[in-house]
């Protein structure tokens, strides 16, 4: 969709109108928790029971690295201390893909937004197509289960974000005092959800699913 076509003539208004209506009528959720809360691994399940449009920066970022291009390089550096990479690169990331997805009920936020800063970027972009953030489920796991998880994966997907217990307690500190602040952000909209992340991958699926269906 390109809003700036809105007042060049008939046809495009047209076009820009039935976009706005098809945005209207979707509903986005946010998954959102620590590392390791399990966020990647519902989603996939989550936007195939709802139709939705799972949009993970972690996987965006992931793919970048893994077809060698400059910003993938750059990246990988960075993800593999664990610390943030910087907004405006996974807000750009979003913005395209937004545009670019059509035929869902809405979308899923996979870690992102990751800062307040991400949280009001995303905000401007829904507003601007006549959506917002209508709900954020805050899967809640404790430390220990945390590293206990990552270094399981670690075995499997080789990330090396997952390999040094190190690398993941930092991660987590950086959840703590840079996404942690978005809980208050949506708390005070009443988007707010927290959602018991402990327990087997299926009794978290019907929790979040159970959620979800209140909406949808
Ligand atoms: P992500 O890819 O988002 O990775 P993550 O936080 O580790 O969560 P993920 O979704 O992969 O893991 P899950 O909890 O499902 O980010 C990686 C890095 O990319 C970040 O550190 C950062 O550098 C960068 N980045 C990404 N988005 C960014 C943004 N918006 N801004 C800035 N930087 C960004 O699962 C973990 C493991 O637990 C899996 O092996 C899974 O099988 C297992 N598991 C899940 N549920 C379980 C359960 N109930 N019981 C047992 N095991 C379970």
New binding site residues.
């Given amino acids: 969709m390109n809003i700036k076509t809105k007042n060049t003539g008939k046809d495009n208004i047209i076009k820009h109108n039935k976009s706005i209506l098809i945005f209207y009528s979707m509903i986005n959720f946010l998954i959102f928790g620590p ?7 519902q989603s996939v399940m989550l936007a195939e029971k709802f139709n939705l449009t799972h949009l ?4 965006m ?1 992931r793919a970048e690295i893994a077809a060698g291009t400059e910003l993938g390089k750059k990246m990988s550096k ?2 593999a201390t ?4 910087p907004d405006e690169v ?1 807000i750009e990331m979003i913005a395209k893909k937004i545009d670019n997805s059509k035929g869902s009920a809405g979308f899923l936020f ?5 800062t307040v800063a ?1 949280t009001i970027s995303l905000e401007k972009m829904l507003n601007e197509r006549g959506m917002k953030i209508d709900s954020m489920l805050v899967l809640e796991v404790n430390h220990v289960e945390l590293v206990k ?2 270094i ?2 670690a075995e499997l997907s080789g990330r090396p ?1 997952d390999k040094d217990p190190a690398v993941i307690n930092n ?1 987590i500190d950086v959840y703590k005092e840079k996404t942690e602040p978005i809980i208050d952000y949506c708390g005070k909209k009443g988007i707010y959800q927290p959602v018991n992340g402990m ?3 299926d009794d ?1 699926f019907k929790r979040l699913s159970d959620y979800m269906k209140k909406l949808v």
């Fill in positions: 590392p390791g809360s399990g966020k990647g691994t993970s920066t972690g996987d970022l960075i993800m664990g610390e943030l990479v996974v996979d870690g992102f937004p990751r991400q998880r990552l399981a994966r974000d991660r327990g087997t991958i978290i």
